[in-house]
């Protein structure tokens, strides 16, 4: 929880961490080690020089470690858990769900884990995510369309092999579809990540929720143009707060693009830990204000009220998570009496281009 200079406290849901294994004897071949390299580069990078891990830390900082980063100094509340395979790379997987299951296990009341799916694994891939839903109970599953699967190197949500899992997932009860649609990572290919087959399923399934983790970059105008027409998609920030250091205006651009297009509703915070941390990036942004002129173009200043949907009541609200009382906004309008929690309306959050049409 981040407490602010006057005493106002902020829940906060980091919607996007790992728990990755990329050690010398995980490493299956030579792309286990450039894959690691290219998340390496984006740490040193983006993080503060006095705040940078050594390398063999970045490779594998393990439970207390990623516990220490996250709860105790980063301010996190709960920790949303986004598993990975790449098996093709690593040996017992890169960020797999077991893997994933001893942080929450460590951490119960801390820590939100999710699944995974690969629809190129046909019959025994839908027998595996029900197995491992009856095992984890999970809300949500994580798709990485950029994943190397035998001889394939990536599929596309358009894919027919895609309806057997989405109609399993309904079955389910698994409404939450995190899926990564941005930066490539050598050996993939930045084309299997492309945004822009999001549309067409948000659209055939309008009562999944599909968080778009780090809101397409680098296609984050296509994103916003998707979001924009789709009340069902979400903009994963991950990545794109990393920016906050390095790159502040690249930042305050990609950030005025996403309040104008999705508003403030739909934006969920992520540190993509452990690629950065989050402590840095959330001091950093509670102290971050749009110019004049970017706030009239976003049409919001960032505001602690804004800030605080963002950094955790919004996938609060997704995740249906426990907000203390402190925590919550309050709605002055007179049909509400008192303390309500975010978007507690019927209808889910719409784009300001959508509501203006």
Known sequence: MYLTPTGEKVFVVDAHIHMWDARPENRRNRYGLTFIESFWGSH??????ELRWSF???CHYGIEGAAKDLFEDGYVDQAIMLPTDLREFYVNGFNTIDQSAAFKAA???KVVLNGRMDPRDGARGLDRLEAEHAKYKFKAVKLYTGEWNGASKGYS?????MTPYMEKLLALGVNIIHVHKGPTIHPLNLDAFDVRDVDQIAS???TMKFVVDHCGMPRIDDFCWIAGQEPNVYGGLALVPSFIHARPKYFAQMMCDLLFFLGPDRLLFGSDYGIT???WIIEKFMAFEFS??????AKTQLTLEVKRKILGLNAAKLYDLEVPAECRLIDPSPEHDGEILLGQADSQPRSPIHVAA
């Open 157 to 161: 949500l358009k894919d027919e092999i």
């Open 204 to 206: 055939a399934y309008p």
């Open 277 to 279: 941390s989050p402590k």
């Open 292 to 297: 004049d002129e970017m706030a009239w173009e």
């Open 44 to 49: 040193v990078g983006m993080t503060p020089d």
């Open 56 to 58: 063999e830390r970045f």
């Open 107 to 109: 951490y119960p009341d």
